[in-house]
């Protein structure tokens, strides 16, 4: 019988040490959408792959962006550079990016709609999106974590329902008013789907996912713990069981009281927290049972200066005694200079 081991790659890589539940000295650090339109070298590259979705699908070009900011700034991981949104895709859904528009869908408005999903997620559509991560993989040094994703399904859905981005996410809040049975099936397709698509990620050498859950906080507790915790939940399992012991940080952004039951029911590794979500809290309550990600406000990154030494700071202090990787408390926004990046790095380094 083969004895169960941990990877080797877990003694040395301080994100995957942090997500054991150590404390690392000096905290691994990477920032959500680091790769992103704040770096030239990105807009350089996306430009030449023309579309959002081009970039996405062409490994070379993905594995390239993907390491720009590794590179550059030395972070603890790349993060696989794809979108939550080639999941309805591969489901057979229409999506597209227009450029200053964000994503558009074809709106799935009615539970007749759902019969046109596919069964499972086609793997020719996320093909490229696995060799991306495996030439990721054999280019990082042995220090470097690779993480690969998805979105949670609430937040894909949100984007499926309306087709496009809402400000209150209310076109799926209805859906699951009026027809919770059809929008459970929703949920549950992308469920499975979310579990092929890291399943397939993490067999192509990614070594930690994280799931996207970026709409979480717009639901109350009972829509939460249906909609949010039971899917994660079933995913993370249903990944553990192909791959055991999968190493998952969770982001359910905007959640407050229910980080706790989130942690508890789902079993990620980690727990990603927004700039919103009390460090103290996070200290005494989520920190004993998990790892703790983030979370410096993207603004104050922005605003660099004493607002980001302030902020920086404040992450330290009363998150680096536990289990702590470094992060922003959402993605980077494109005006960010990089002279900011630079400082925040300096700092937590020393
Ligand atoms: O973090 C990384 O560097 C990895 C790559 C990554 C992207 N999107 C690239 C991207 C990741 C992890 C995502 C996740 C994602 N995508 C989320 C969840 C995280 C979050 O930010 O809340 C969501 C909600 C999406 C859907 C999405 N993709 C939207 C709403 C938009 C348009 C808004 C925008 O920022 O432009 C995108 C486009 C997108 N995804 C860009 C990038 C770098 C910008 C597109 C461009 O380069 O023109």
Known sequence: ??????????????????????????????????????????R???????????????????????LQPVRRFGFDAAILFSDILVIPLALGRKVEFQVGEGPKLEPLTDAAALDSLREHIDGKVLAPVYETVARVKSALDKKTTLIGFCGAPWTVATYMVAGEATPD????????????????????????????????????????VQIFDTWAG?????????????????????????????????????????????????????????????REIARDILQPRTAVQGN???????????????????????LSGGPLIFNLGHGILPATPIAHVERMLKRVRG
């Open 169 to 208: 996410q209310a076109p799926a809040r209805l859906f699951a008013y009026r027809d919770p049975a059809g929008f459970g099936r929703l949920i549950d397709r992308l469920v499975q789907g979310s579990i092929e698509y890291l399943v397939g990620q993490l067999k192509a050498g990614a070594e930690c």
């Open 296 to 318: 410096v406000d993207p603004l104050s990154l922005l605003a660099g200066g004493a607002a980001l030494d302030r902020e920086v700071d404040d992450v330290l202090a009363k």
């Open 44 to 66: 350089a590259v996306r430009e030449k792959a023309g579309g959002f979705l081009d970039l996405c699908f062409n490994p070379e070009l993905a594995a390239e962006v993907t």
């Open 1 to 42: 019988m083969e004895e169960a081991r941990k990877p080797e790659s877990v003694g040395i890589k301080p994100l995957l040490r942090v997500l054991e539940g150590t404390r690392e000295k000096t905290p691994p650090i990477w920032m959500m959408r680091q790769a992103g339109r704040y770096l030239p070298e990105y």
């Open 218 to 278: 717009v639901l109350g507790p009972d829509q939460f713990e249906r909609w949010c915790i039971q899917p994660t939940q079933k995913i993370v399992a249903g990944v553990r069981e192909q791959v055991p012991n999968a190493k998952v940080i969770g982001f359910p952004r905007g959640v407050q009281a229910m980080a706790l039951p989130y942690v508890q029911m789902t079993g990620v590794n980690g727990i990603g927290i927004d700039w919103t979500f009390e």
